[in-house]
């Protein structure tokens, strides 16, 4: 790998801890408010918002400036998000700023793999983002557990500034001033990433004149027999995995008993697996196999309903992982190939903003189906029943999918195969 792969995974570490660790202090600060229960669970579509509603900016964004500057406007970003949350604006929203710079960031974060690496290093490159990403998941809804946890939050709300009240008194308050000095160091680490040479493409001076193209880019991608197949798996994996932080903090709290900072742990289990899923595929999978583990996106929604059964931890800590396992072995080859088509069919950015689009909208939309069945009356169980057998039934869907393609658009699809075996082994 290149020099500069290294200090972008360092960048990619810092920002993603504090992005895990901020959610938890977020649901903490709405629970000692008193919030209700489908507010805490709207964070998740709210973080995504901004993903979708500036989709069409955001990839163009990412292609006209060097991306290593990018990443750095858009961890200031999140460092304003934190303060809105702090100065008092409500957690929900002052959270969407937060996830404004999110959305800012992952065009850059991805676009740059291809501009740095071959093909055929994608997929090992993409394990080992993932599995840095998953490494920071769990140290990040760990730091943000133990912050806002009794031991940590009573030395953090003990320091005395002299002749200055800084208005912080509750333990989620202290946990986010100290994740904004985390987020502060990703953009330093941003500003250490090197120029990759590619030539950048500015942006328009009307930006409306970017709904075509995205549109375009957008349509290119479902288009693409290869391309709408690993879209729409990554698309539903994102979508339930980003809404699954919540979940399992919901279903620790009824079935375990769990308080905020015990719940976190667990998430952090399912990143476990995660990330042996991702590492595994990485060594074991390549571009032109990845259509061959559609069936885990099955198995993974089977696996959701299941858990309302478990009411030990000692059996919920193997379950996680076996589920998290399933999940990163599935992304990482489809991530993969779906770059790899993207970055043929258009400009990486503009490719890694389209999946962003549309990963971000399934999250909104899981996120807010799985709040609405909570504001609806369903008991936790019940919203995490539903949530499984939606995401089980549309992987099986996109399985049928993609085995008419094989059979309706067999030259294509093996041309395609070809394109990327060839690019696997000589990029």
Known sequence: MKRGFYTIMSAQFFSSLADNAIFVAAVELLRTNGSPEWQRAALVPMFA?????????????ADALPKGRVMFISNAIKVVGCLLMLFGLHPLLAYAVIGLGAAAYSPAKYGILTELLPASQLVKANGWIEGLTIASIILGVLLGGQLVGHHMSSMLLSFDFPFIDTGIDTPPEAAILVLVFVFLVAAWFNTRIPHTGVEMRPLPRNPL?????????????WRDKL?????????????????????????AAVALGYNTTQ???????????TAVGAIVASMRMRLDMATRV??????????????????????????LILLGGLGGFLVVPMNALLQHRGHNLMGAGRSIAVQNFNEQACILGLGAFYSLSIKLGLSVFGAITAFGVVVAGVMWLIKNWHDNNCVRYREEVD????????????G
């Open 49 to 61: 918002l901004f993903y979708v509603i500036l989709a069409p900016w955001l990839g163009a964004f």
């Open 209 to 221: 004149d970017l709904l075509p193209d995205f549109w375009s880019c957008n349509s290119r991608l």
């Open 227 to 251: 391309g709408q197949i690993s879209l729409s798996t990554t698309t539903l994996f994102w979508g339930a995995g980003g809404n699954l932080k919540f979940i399992v903090l919901a279903w």
């Open 263 to 273: 719940a976190s742990a667990l998430t952090g289990v399912v990143a476990i697996g």
């Open 294 to 319: 559609i069936p885990m996106g099955i198995s993974m929604g089977l696996l959701l309903v299941l858990m309302n059964f478990i009411h030990n931890v000692w059996l919920a800590v193997p379950f």
């Open 415 to 426: 041309h395609l195969l070809d394109i990327a075996r060839h690019d696997n082994m000589h």
